[in-house]
């Protein structure tokens, strides 16, 4: 196989979300599965570039001789050595610890564990509240995930020369590293980590060190910021609830359909009309830019009500398959040609066919457009739960056709 090489200089002509992988410093690879001494893990867009990667992954096991790694689900079994090309013996990796690993072109050499000699020997807890970074969090990958988060340090001489961490903002908001007493941190009395942001830290004795590191992805649900304040997400911003029943909201996938892209929606509760569909910009997926109404309800935006009708720009068309609590909606968006497809529980509405590109429920969208779900009545609430990948859906996706 072959294997990713990101250059910022190419990102430019990649789709969006493939991008934003390249453009990151390392690639999440998942926990390893497979066995002890022959780990499978699960990047993503592994056959899209060549090169030599660098992903990070949890060991699911610990191996006990020489071992292999795979990142094309066990088809190509590659050596995974030391970071000084020897072969391993055992023990070099620990189930639950969290490594990096690079292809040199024959080996995966690994960064971390037992002649490794990299930062990461280990995942923290989320950290949700303001801290205090010690001894303990020497060489470990430290989460932390709330609003304007204050982490102090230990002081330097405490931790001593060699310790290390790295911190990982997930939160939305910027958090800051506060040193012990008049201490610095590259000079300054603090730094500020932006949201979605990592920071490897050092300490040499006296002072502290940092070196901010590549955007975090998003996780593939729905859009925070398309949610407005009518909505409310959960479940990883998997499902969007509307309980209100006093507004429309309305939400819409992160990233958009990318060539031809399949996702699921459950409707998990409905009272009223709920729709299903596809909107572009922020400012078409209702009146204000912040998403209070519906897909089908701005300018180039298409959707599919509960009670089975159509919206496409506000304009409507009745008699399609109606849906409610419990129901599976199957979306597909083939956005080389702009065709949109809307099913139930299995089958295609109105004839559709996307593998064949037949029957179309809407082919008059423009640009970019993304997944997206809404309530069209003031007095409506329901919760949708969005499944964007083939381990979450319930049907195949039609051929051609990929999830997230």
């Not at 910022?8 to 969006?16: E, Q």
């Not at 992903?55 to 001789?65: R, S």
């Not at 925070?224 to 006093?246: R, Y």
């Not at 008059?364 to 964007?388: D, E, S």
């Amino acid at each position: 196989m072959t294997y990713p090489f990101a250059r910022r200089n190419i990102a430019g002509l990649m789709p969006p979300r493939l991008a934003q992988l390249v453009e990151t410093t390392m690639i999440w690879g998942g926990t390893s599965t497979g066995s002890a001494n022959a780990q499978i893990i699960a990047p993503e867009f592994t056959a899209d570039l060549k090169g030599h990667p660098t992903y990070v992954f949890v060991a699911g096991y610990t191996n006990t001789g020489a071992a292999t790694l795979s990142a094309d689900g066990g088809t190509t079994n590659t050596a995974l050595r030391k970071a000084d090309g020897t072969a391993m013996a055992g023990g070099e990796i620990v189930a639950g610890t969290a490594y990096q690993v690079v292809f040199d072109g024959t080996y995966w050499r690994l960064i971390g564990g037992s002649g490794g000699g990299g930062p990461v020997n280990g995942v923290s807890s989320l950290n949700t509240a303001n801290f205090t970074l010690g001894a303990a969090h020497k060489n470990k990958m430290v989460r932390c995930s709330g609003t304007s988060l204050t982490v102090a340090v230990t002081a330097a001489a405490s931790l001593g020369a060699d310790w290390s961490c790295i911190i990982i903002n997930e939160g939305s908001t910027a958090l800051t590293i506060d040193p012990n007493g008049s201490e610095t941190i590259n000079g300054s009395v603090t730094l500020s980590v932006p949201a979605r942001m990592s920071a490897v830290l050092a300490g040499d004795g006296s002072a502290l060190y940092a070196a901010l590191g590549g955007t975090l992805l998003a996780p593939v649900g729905f859009d925070a910021v398309s949610a407005g304040s009518a909505g409310n997400l959960s479940n990883n911003n998997k499902t969007f609830a509307d309980a209100s029943g006093s507004a429309c909201s309305a939400a819409r996938m992160i990233y958009p359909a990318n060539g031809k892209q399949y996702t699921e929606i459950r409707i998990d509760a409905v009272s009223g009309e709920a729709v299903v569909g596809f909107v572009d910009v922020l400012a078409n997926l209702g009146p204000t830019p912040t998403g209070i109404d519906y897909p089908g309800f701005g300018t180039n935006t298409y959707g599919l009500g509960s009670g089975g009708t159509a919206y496409l720009a506000a304009a409507t068309t009745s008699g399609f398959t109606t849906f409610g609590a419990t129901d599976v909606m199957m979306l597909a968006y083939d956005s080389v040609n702009q065709k949109g497809w809307i099913g139930k529980n299995g089958t295609w509405i109105a004839s559709g066919n996307p593998a064949t590109g037949a029957n179309p429920m809407v082919s008059t969208l423009t640009g970019a457009q993304y997944f997206a779900v809404g309530t069209r009545l003031n007095a409506t609430t329901a919760t949708f739960t969005i499944r964007p990948t083939a381990a979450e859906w319930s049907y195949t996706a039609p051929s051609g056709f990929s999830g997230y």
